[in-house]
T-cell receptor, first 111, second 115 residues
């Protein structure tokens, strides 16, 4: 059961522009949401998170937005850099365990 | 480096053989998780430990799979009688579950190929 969905398998943006990665979830019990970044041959690296009591969390160039009514979250990267090119996974958890991941979106930032 | 480490990084085995993977979590983390990731998919939860207690197992964890964390530190994941469908990346993560929402930190993974 795909409780977390990333419907765009890939995204390509120009360096300096905004990257917007989207994620939808179905389980209303999820209360903690995370974005991970993954390079080839490495494990996922934690990027940013948001709890269900907030609707926005910002960390440098990265901002995550949560729309609970729509069960949707997004990751904004501004400005995008070539080093941001990677696969981005959205993840969600409830009761502090059993995290569910989306299938990932491959971001390519072109110089 | 005090991150999560996994050993081996790669394992090639023949169908029917047993394999064992090791995960060393971040030292102060009390929770340890195992995931499996196949091509084009996100990581899928297998099981997790709080200290030495195994608290949850996914239905993906068939009876050929067993995980242990005997002293609440490192963990092992054993797959018996491997099948070609077991070929995947096996990821370990750890977290410090003191807050209401804890963040899991991943190791580099062990890539298993079953011939």
């Amino acid at each position: 059961d795909q409780q977390v969905k990333q419907n765009s398998p890939s995204l390509s943006v120009q360096e300096g522009r905004i990257s917007i990665l989207n994620c939808d979830y179905t389980n209303s019990m999820f209360d903690y949401f995370l974005w991970y970044k993954k390079y080839p041959a490495e494990g996922p690296t934690f990027l940013i998170s948001i709890s269900s009591i907030k609707d926005k969390n910002e960390d440098g160039r990265f901002t995550v937005f949560l729309n609970k009514s729509a069960k949707h979250l997004s990751l904004h990267i501004v400005p995008s850099q070539p080093g941001d090119s990677a696969v981005y996974f959205c993840a969600a958890s409830s009761d502090n365990n059993d995290m569910r991941f989306g299938a990932g979106t491959r971001l390519t930032v072109k110089p | 480096d005090t991150g999560v480490s996994q050993d081996p990084r790669h394992k090639i085995t023949k169908r029917g053989q047993n394999v064992t993977f090791r995960c060393d979590p971040i030292s102060e983390h009390n929770r340890l998780y195992w995931y499996r990731q196949t091509l084009g998919q996100g990581p899928e939860f297998l099981t997790y430990f709080q200290n030495e207690a195994q608290l949850e197992k996914s239905r993906l964890l068939s009876d050929r799979f067993s995980a242990e964390r005997p002293k609440g530190s490192f963990s092992t994941l054993e797959i018996q009688r491997t099948e070609q469908g077991d070929s995947a990346m096996y990821l370990c993560a750890s977290s410090l579950a003191l807050l209401a929402w804890d963040t899991q930190y991943f190791g580099p993974g062990t890539r298993l190929t079953v011939l």
